[in-house]
């Protein structure tokens, strides 16, 4: 089926900064060509020697044989990088053992060809989950083509190779002085369903030509995943391939940030925490079928983590989701959905707003309640749900798109 | 809008019994009437004294009031019942004080009219969440009235009075012999939106004539609603106002079923819970826009709660739900499901069976796996995914229904 741009889809793509230690090709291993679609589907990222990178990964009991590689490499290799290679048109998740040889025989060859250990090199993949490989060099094979082609990076051509039902190329680049060393950082990523917050989710990748440890690198990058991309959903499915990484090759040839009492520590987890932001609420945007653009952030709870599940009972609501779609400013059920997350809350003090608009307070309708003004906010492209459950001091927020005929049409279609 | 009546509504309403010591009345109180519906939207049921009562309720914790005041009657009461009211049109949940006077106002009207102990009457209300209530007494008002006609339950009647979203009334019954003695069983269940399994689902209410000790009804009846009505889902969300109870009169004239090593309990419960599931089957058959009834079995786990976790997490996903709409056999979705419960699971002894097609075994695609024969199944109105997790000996099912245009259409337009 031909997919319909996100309303959000940007005019353009981006302008990101070309990042020094960092080279990338793309081919076609013709997994779109089979479909009639002239496109590239592999992307291969290599890094000079000193590249320190961090990951953090699905949760699913049944990740990919991708994901699996990616874990051990993190552990073998210390968290250095040399390579990344990924694949759309399939995501080699339950492909058994002929996705662990597509593995190794991926890993042979850039091996091979950049004369680099094989615990320095990424894999991913994505796209129909359980379709067997009929050939397991099928990545390997084009690798020393790839190798033969690799030049600065063309951000634009990497972020289309691993679309799949995305309907724009996502990505997210800035410059940023770490204590008077200019510093890049460019992001791209991957993703419109099976978008659940659980770790990491679907494929994003952050280059930066910072020096940094990769301890402080990974804690970090935990960090910075809970708030960005484990705080947006589409569908609450949670992909088999989710990934984050991020590669600090540090060709800026500063010393290297070794640890959280660097004075550029702060500035170097900004820029990084804001391409994060940015990758995943495009996401987000580009949700499958996706015609809204939510915020649901939970104020007075008792932790955090309470917060983000009461956030995410109401992001995930089909209920809420269809009528996000219709305009529909239907409050009842974001306490329908604040009751279902069996958090601690206080209905007497529950209140609701819609953007400015208070609907409910304490445990009823806003005495001043106007249907017109709440249904205006739901009009919207945008808008915030915001919810106090009164029983404490802490708050969040998650970010979610709504259930239209689009997301029924697209899941439907996919595998034809 | 128009609901469009779903393809599994059963050609006539089945023929219920006479259970002695019940009777009914339905009435108007204009809920419909100012959109243009003519249709009741109260019943009220009066019970002999004596009468055994047991209930479930929603766990959410936005229970509306009336689940709040049923919650503390049997508390009080000590499962005794004389009365049972019920409304559609508004759901008297999030309501503030004004939902605590409409019960007050009710009981009082109750209590009065039939003569009986507040504490015996139990409510619900089911409809729009939050709406205000203008007139605390618009249940109470029409008490007098019901009173004065009450008699032999008209089933369809008060059946059709509690819908809201239904596009059928849905009943069970049956008569079953207890040790020679022939006692009857009627139920009646409202639901097709807003379902998902956490204590009951809806509302649902079974009569007997049996005669059953309140204690032995009240641990019977969580047993089974564990296997019934909290074993389907339509979109994974959880009313406020779920209710199931079974009301048994005793006046079958029989001695009382006080314990489960009385000769009869077995039948007793057998025949409850044959209502129960039936009534629980009808509910998710008439999800909201319901085209295909699954069964989503689980075996293999290491613990029943753990298949029924895994259960849920298939029967939930939008991805899956949306497949089985277009007819799709997309099993890779299945994977991802089973994975993302964080479930103990072994992925290489994971195996999937659409109807009796091997999908999937041992980890990847099955060797004869044969697209047409999977697609086969999905395209028929009902089957069984099973999947066997391959790590232990249990096992169990839930229920559901698949994610159409329709669902997302009616929850556009529910308040309108």
Chains 1, 2 share one sequence.
């Not at 320095?120 to 989950?129: D, E, K, P, Q, Y």
């Amino acid at each position: 089926m031909k997919l319909i741009p996100s309303p959000f889809a940007p005019p353009a793509f981006p302008s990101l900064p070309a990042v020094r230690g960092v080279r990338a090709a793309t081919a076609s291993r013709g997994f779109y060509a089979r479909r009639g679609i002239e496109r590239d589907d592999v992307f291969l990222f290599a890094f000079d020697a000193g590249t320190a990178c961090a990951g953090v990964f699905t949760r699913s009991h049944t990740a990919s044989a991708d994901v699996l590689w990616c874990r051990e490499a993190l552990k073998q290799g210390g968290g250095t990088a040399r390579a990344l290679i990924a694949n759309s048109g399939n995501s080699n998740a339950f492909t058994g053992p002929k996705g662990v040889e597509k593995n190794d025989a991926t890993l042979k060859a850039l091996a091979a060809s950049l004369n680099v250990p094989r615990e320095s090199c990424f894999l991913a993949a994505t796209g129909v989950i359980g379709e067997p490989l009929a050939d397991p060099n099928y990545v390997g094979a084009i690798v020393p083509d790839l190798e033969q082609r690799l030049g600065a990076p063309d951000w634009e051509a990497c972020a289309r190779a691993f679309m799949t039902t995305d309907t724009y190329p996502k990505a997210s680049g800035r410059t940023v002085d770490l204590a008077g060393a200019p510093t890049r950082f460019a992001g791209i990523a991957k993703g419109s369903g099976m978008i659940a917050p659980n770790m990491a989710t679907m494929l994003a990748y952050v280059f930066t030509d910072a020096a940094v440890a990769p301890d402080v690198l990974q804690a970090l990058l935990e960090e910075i995943a809970d708030e960005t991309f484990n705080a947006i959903t589409v569908d609450g499915d949670t992909s088999t391939s989710d990934t984050l990484m991020v590669f600090a090759t540090g060709a800026n040839r500063e010393p290297v940030i070794a640890s959280r009492d660097d004075a550029r520590f702060a500035a170097f987890a900004a820029a990084l925490h804001a391409t994060c932001l940015d990758l995943a609420l495009q996401v987000v945007k580009d949700g499958e079928g996706a015609s809204k653009f939510v915020t649901v952030r939970v104020e007075g709870a008792v932790s955090r983590l309470s917060a983000k599940t009461i956030a995410c009972h109401i992001a995930n609501s089909p209920l809420i989701k269809t009528a996000m779609a219709a305009g529909d400013a239907n409050w009842g059920r974001v306490v329908m959905a604040v009751g279902k997350s069996l958090e601690p809350i206080s209905q007497e003090r529950l209140s609701i707003w819609f953007d400015g608009v208070l609907v409910a307070e304490n445990g009823a309708r806003a005495p001043g309640y106007d249907e017109a003004a709440a249904s205006a906010v739901f009009a919207q492209p945008e808008f915030t749900i915001r919810v106090d459950v009164g029983v404490g001091e802490c708050a969040t927020q998650v970010w979610t798109c709504d259930l239209t005929h689009g997301y029924v049409d697209i899941n439907g279609a996919y595998r034809t």
